[in-house]
């Protein structure tokens, strides 16, 4: 494994430091000005950038447009202020004299964590280099799944919602750029668009976990509580969504709750920077951002002659796009009116054969009256349908375990 990393700001003593070691990271370039970091993780030919400049000088957008291409940034800091306000902005911080070894641990976990998979030992096992317990993380689950309806906005809306009955505390994100529908589920009316909201405080630069909680929505839902950022009400205001933004208040979330559900949209390609000369706004790159630093990815598709190879195409797709990601996927709408009898087995046997190498997390039976009731009613199905065959499996996918009400049959003595 050898991660080449640019160095921005050194006197020559990391770049010493990093040589002489002779670890996984090899120094590719030193440079006196940030723009020109910023050229080299365009052209790709940086895989981190480790800044040991003045941290004063560092700015966060600099930091974002890093990040969006891809490359971890590492902020060696002495100074506990800035590196709270660089860290807030999605930096990596470490010491000044931190070793080399360190740096290389360091930097294999930041690449990991925007979705870069090395060859070699997890760096999540590694440790922390200073020695230091780790901070609470809630988990971060993101829904996906390929175009057509599969129910990518009803299963993370149901699934949240067995996570705050399982008494976790929990905040949903709309973040479908296209056709968000948190709201109307859950029959609120919110122009502002929460998701939005909270892309402008963190672009601010004044932002921590408890205000961006506050600036979610409390739903109560058969008794849990949890906090919904409402998606976009139009999808021409898909700009005010910035990919990095958004990942920086993910980051900033985790330190206060324990899972993080997100629901994004279909589309993945990240063609919009053909079509200009300078950095453009990517309106899929926050469906993408949320994918690299997902825990847990259902993919989301319909079990039906469609909807299957659509998902096939779609995880294909993903792969071209993100590279190796961990996914599960979830057959939704499963009847034996759509795939024949013995619907399960028909299902395993077609995605073994023809399906990519991706688990199967669920099958999820088809119950139009129940969705249709809990829609009606905009809450889920927790409180409308809690027998529902649909609940008991969405909540056994969030690992809440319940039984379905099975009736009961009276016996009658045989009339003489």
Known sequence: MNISVVVHGDDGTVVDRLESHRGVLTVARSCAEISEVIALCETGLAD????????????THDIDAMIERG??????????????RLGAAGAYVAASGTPA?????LVTRARAELGHRERGPDPAQAGDPAGRPAPKRARVVVFWGPVGSPGRSLLALNYAVECALDDQEVVLLDADTYGASQAVQLGLLDEAAGIAQICRTVDSGR????????????????????RVATGLPRASRWPELRPTALRRAVLALQEGCDTIVIDVAASLELDEELSFDTAAPQRNGVTA??????????????????????????????????GELEVKVVFNKVSAANVGASPRQALAETWARFGPDVPVAGYLPHDPAAVDAALLAGSALAEIAPHSGLRVAVAALAGHKIRAKVPLLRRFAPSM
């Open 48 to 59: 981190a950038a480790i800044l040991a400049g003045p941290p004063e000088e560092i700015e």
């Open 71 to 84: 490359v971890p940034v590492v902020v060696l800091c002495d100074d506990a202020a800035q590196g709270k």
């Open 101 to 105: 070894a360190e740096l290389g641990i």
């Open 207 to 226: 932002f921590d976990a408890t205000k961006l909680e506050r600036i979610c929505a409390p739903v109560v839902i058969a008794g849990a509580r949890m």
């Open 289 to 322: 951002a949320m994918l690299r630093i997902a825990d847990e990815i259902y993919a989301v598709g319909a079990a039906d002659s469609i909807g299957v190879p659509r998902l096939i195409r779609a995880l294909e797709e993903m792969h071209e796009v993100l």
